[in-house]
């Protein structure tokens, strides 16, 4: 994983709560992989699979997968796909 501004353990965090929100995306034919945690504390991710082109995968960003995170990792200030499709 290229991200490198974070440690092991921040990073152990992330993917453990992407973790719980996983079975849902790969159920529909999608998945998320980490990019990068900015400098403000914004983690960005890549929206893989179906989650890459569906309509809803803004939605599901902000209501499902954004949620999981901020929960497990309060540090987290956002979460932001480089390619999710915009709602509207």
Do not use: W
Request: charged share 25%.
């Amino acid at each position: 994983m290229a991200v490198v501004n974070v440690d092991q353990d921040f990073m152990h965090r992330i993917e453990n709560a992407l973790d719980q929100i996983r079975p849902y995306l790969e159920a529909d034919g999608g998945n998320v992989k980490v990019l990068e945690v900015t400098d403000e504390m914004v983690l960005k991710l890549e929206l893989l699979g179906a989650c890459g082109t569906c309509p809803m995968s803004a939605m599901t960003l902000k209501a499902g997968v954004e949620q999981s995170v901020l929960k497990a990792v309060p540090e987290i200030k956002a979460v932001e796909a480089v390619n999710a499709t915009p709602l509207g």
